[in-house]
């Protein structure tokens, strides 16, 4: 079994008893590493041990960095292999609750050939996109939210021109044709309509729950989705405890627009963001104890982690929505700083697993594809390159070195990072050949944009700045030559890598293309008749209920 924590950042000023039992209980990994600091992209890495550029799954622009549109065509291509189909194969029950974020359809709205059920879960409960500020009616709109002002301004302007005609016309100073006004009174419609009817609709276009194929809320009452991925969750173990069971718990919480049920609002001391991480810590306890109280909690491995770091731009005022990265320097959308790929790495096993180890070797989500794989008597795939090592050694006192001597860390399609893991001893070089441009300057986040850019607003750095994360894991000191007699040395071993690295990389379609990100209303995913998309059947279902 594993549990997978949304968006999040190391929290140590809130209330969790559950994930500290957890951690307590388990083996704690301190240098865990999302493949990628986008959610997208990483859980395409998560899910099939892989760097997401090989599966196409990361984008050369700077505005999607994650799927954009439940109406788009991009997504986890079918013809890659989860670690769920892995287990599936072998027997596994699989079930996959809360966020996916992987694409749903690819010609037509109802071919769903992206869905989970399609890449080895059994069943499905949650959200096929994930979760936005737009899914509240009240809040501000976070999608694109400077390119909607920008189309807002540009059709304003459009729509003026036919009024400004009217005035020469009406004034008598020249006459201009009633078709030409018409010509431009209707461009300004088509150009409203081209952009308000996905933008504008948000939020029942793209926040909808399903239960497998079908559509339950469109769109989706969000305060009450904690409650009911909670409940299908312990239905899901309940229902499957006599066999070898897979969940993945995807939750939806410590993300912005941080939404909690009214019992945990002003529960901690930290405002929304506590209140929604002792949420999520209640609900961790919960799904622990339905494991101690079907006496599976000595055979079952929990994995407790997240697909990337705070994401330190959202403010509401002064406070800071989207988390806290610690002493780790950056944050969600960065592509090699710490803060946004460093993630917590629990691993649960009673009778596997000694209690208490603390592991400090670089590891990554990549890893729990040949995990699983090895857990579950499976086979790795020998058509492709799987990037991730089988942790059972490290975890298991067997091995003290990590089998990653290289990681390679991208923003988008684009490689910023190189991490390099001697050999021959604990030192771990990291060498930044990208860097994002904090505005504004010095503050560690790109507030005016809302999130880093992968290109472009990009500072490059030749030679690159080189640390020494086993030392200085802040990132705060940079090696040169004259403090670091290594420095070329180093240097040079690291692009070695890079070489062999991108000697392995084959070309194939990519995911994040324009055509593919843009919303297509044929693809639209719609309870009811196109347009009037809208159902609740949850309702339906506990109004009916006896």
Not at 221 to 248: D, G, T
Not at 262 to 278: I, L
Not at 399 to 407: N, P, Q, T, V, Y
Not at 427 to 435: F, G, I, L, R, S
């Amino acid at each position: 079994m594993t549990l997978e924590w949304g968006i999040c950042a190391a929290t140590v000023i809130t209330r969790t008893p559950n994930i500290d039992r957890l951690a307590s209980e388990g083996v704690r990994l301190t240098q865990h590493l999302a493949a990628a600091s986008m959610c997208t992209p990483s859980r395409a890495a998560f899910l099939t041990g892989r760097y997401p550029i090989r599966s196409g799954m990361v984008s050369p622009y700077n505005l999607n960095r994650a799927l954009t549109w439940l109406g788009g065509s991009g997504g986890l291509p079918t013809n890659e292999t989860t670690f769920a189909k892995l287990l599936q194969h072998r027997g596994y029950r699989t079930g996959l609750i809360g966020k996916w974020h992987l694409g749903l359809s690819c010609a037509s709205r109802d071919d769903h050939c992206y869905h989970p059920l399609n890449h080895g879960f059994h069943y499905f409960y949650g959200v096929p996109f994930g979760l936005l500020s737009d899914c509240q009616a009240s809040k501000t709109p976070e999608l694109h939210r400077w390119l909607r002002i920008k189309l807002w301004i540009s059709t304003v302007a459009i729509a003026l021109v036919p009024f400004l005609l009217l005035i020469p016309k009406f004034a008598r100073w020249f006459s201009v044709p009633w078709k030409v006004i018409a010509v431009f009174a209707l461009l300004a419609f088509l150009v409203f309509i081209s952009w308000y009817s996905s933008y504008g609709f948000t939020r029942r276009w793209n926040c909808i729950l399903m239960r497998n194929h079908e559509i339950i809320q469109q769109p989706m009452k969000e305060e009450k989705v904690a409650s009911l991925m909670l409940k299908e969750a312990l239905a899901f173990i309940e229902r499957v405890k006599r066999e070898p069971f897979l969940l993945f718990f995807s939750f939806l919480h410590v993300h912005t627009p941080l939404i909690s049920k009214e019992k945990f609002v002003g529960h901690s001391k930290y405002g929304r963001y506590g209140d929604n991480v002792e949420e999520m810590d209640w609900m961790v306890g919960k799904i622990l104890d339905a494991l101690d109280q079907e006496c599976l909690a000595n055979n079952t491995l929990v994995y407790f982690t997240s697909d990337n770091g705070g994401h330190l731009e959202p403010l509401d005022g002064a406070v800071q929505l989207g988390g806290w990265n610690g002493i780790y320097k950056g944050g969600k959308g960065m592509g090699g700083w710490e803060g946004g790929i460093r993630v917590p790495g629990i691993f649960r096993w009673p009778s596997v697993l000694e209690a208490g180890r603390v592991i400090n070797e670089p590891t990554s989500l990549m890893d729990i594809y040949p995990t699983l794989s090895y857990i579950g008597g499976g086979i790795l795939p020998q058509d492709r390159v799987i990037d991730g090592q089988n942790l059972m050694p490290l975890l298991e006192g067997r091995a003290s070195h990590s089998d990653h001597e290289f990681l390679f860390h991208y923003c988008g399609v684009y490689l910023h990072t190189v991490r390099w893991h001697q050999k021959d001893c604990a030192t771990v070089w990291k060498a930044h050949y990208v860097t994002p441009k904090f505005y504004p300057e010095g503050t560690g986040a790109c507030y005016g944009s809302g999130i880093c850019s992968c290109s472009g607003d990009v500072t490059y750095h030749d030679p690159p700045l080189l640390f020494d994360i086993s030392r200085d894991p802040s990132e705060a000191l940079p090696l040169n030559p004259d403090n670091e007699p290594l420095f070329d040395s180093v240097i040079k071993k690291m692009e070695a890598a890079i070489k062999e690295h991108r000697r392995t990389l084959t070309p194939v379609p990519q995911q994040f293309s324009v055509f593919n990100t843009i919303w297509k209303p044929w693809l639209q995913p719609c309870c009811g008749t196109f347009p009037f998309c809208g159902c609740d059947k949850e309702d339906d279902i506990l109004s009916t209920a006896p």
